[in-house]
């Protein structure tokens, strides 16, 4: 296998917390910053990342609580909070101009982000969220369900696992593997545990107020950089509608349907997601990042 797909993880500090990333791909290629959505980790982009290492620096943070970064003992879980660690990925690894790519809750931080780092960005790929997604409509639903309803221990691994594929039923196996281990781990009685605060993100987002949720709609309507937005053609959390408006009131803006897909969009339909994430990067309007110009 080749090097450059090869994941290596680093560590930096953010408010006081410990938080891991992970990187694929050359130290001096063009760089893509990714980010998870509400329950995943930096290893959700794995299966995205290797067939782009051989052209780009994949670089994936686990969000604060998530994955093997700390916990927020006063459960700050807000966009401002990640936003504020993604400032400190980027002044930490001194990263050039990027591409910024996030789904979900990561979507949401990365629209905020661009609002207000639009000089530090190449371009803008969102997975499956938009305005009024995570405040409203049977998806947003849905989750607050899934998060009330979540266990904290499981007897073993085999229970742990039927846990995650009834929650997610329609996502194909290695997807349901990736989640059981990267979020999941075994201590000392024998059953199984969260390895993200369960609890604490929980929390969070069931209290969270209209202002912590944040209004993305001022975000999406400041885009001046080539951005493309990935929707899960049987998505339940960001309507067809609303996609479809973004794209109407912002022209910098260009939807792509991804078929036979979800809300977890590179999960149900990878080679899909590729290809529209590939031609993306391959845009004219991104030609000199793409040489590695633009550093």
């Known amino acids: 296998m080749h090097m450059a797909t090869h ?18 791909g050359q130290a001096d290629a063009p760089v893509l910053v990714a980010l998870h959505g509400l329950r995943s980790f930096a290893y959700t982009w794995e299966p995205v990342a290797r067939p782009l290492a051989d052209r780009f620096r994949i670089v994936a943070l686990d969000q604060r609580g998530r994955g093997e970064s700390d916990w927020d003992p006063r459960h700050r879980y ?3 909070d990640y936003v504020r660690d993604l400032e400190a990925l980027v002044d930490h690894l001194r990263l050039p101009r990027f591409v910024l790519l996030g789904h979900s809750m990561g979507g949401s931080n990365a629209f905020v982000y661009a609002g207000s780092h639009a000089d530090r960005l190449a371009g803008l790929v969102i997975e499956d969220m938009g305005p009024g997604a995570s405040a409203g409509g049977a998806g947003a639903e849905r989750i607050r369900r899934e ?39 075994q201590v000392s009685d024998g059953s199984v545990v969260w390895r993200h605060d369960a609890e ?20 999406v309507l400041s885009l001046r950089l080539p951005t493309l937005l990935l929707r899960g053609a049987r998505s339940d959390f960001l309507t067809a509608e609303t996609a479809n408006t973004m794209v109407q009131r912002n022209p910098a803006i260009r939807l792509v349907e991804v078929p036979d897909a979800s809300h977890y969009v590179h999960d149900d339909n990878l080679p899909a997601f590729e290809a529209a994430l590939q031609a993306y990067l391959s845009d004219p309007a991104l030609e000199a990042w793409a040489r590695g110009g633009e550093r």
Not at 16 to 21: A, D, I, M, N, S
Not at 200 to 218: E, H
């Open 7 to 24: 994941a290596r993880e680093g560590w930096i500090h953010s408010e006081g917390l410990r938080l891991r990333y992970v990187e694929w």
């Open 78 to 80: 807000y966009t401002a």
């Open 147 to 185: 998060l009330r309803a979540t266990p904290g221990r499981f007897a073993g691994w085999d229970e742990a696992t039927a846990f995650w594929r009834s929650q997610r039923p329609n996502v194909p196996d290695t997807a349901i593997a990736a989640r059981v281990s990267h979020s999941m781990r």
């Open 200 to 219: 604490g993100i929980a929390a969070s987002r069931l209290a969270a107020t209209p202002q912590q949720l944040v209004d993305l709609w001022p975000h």
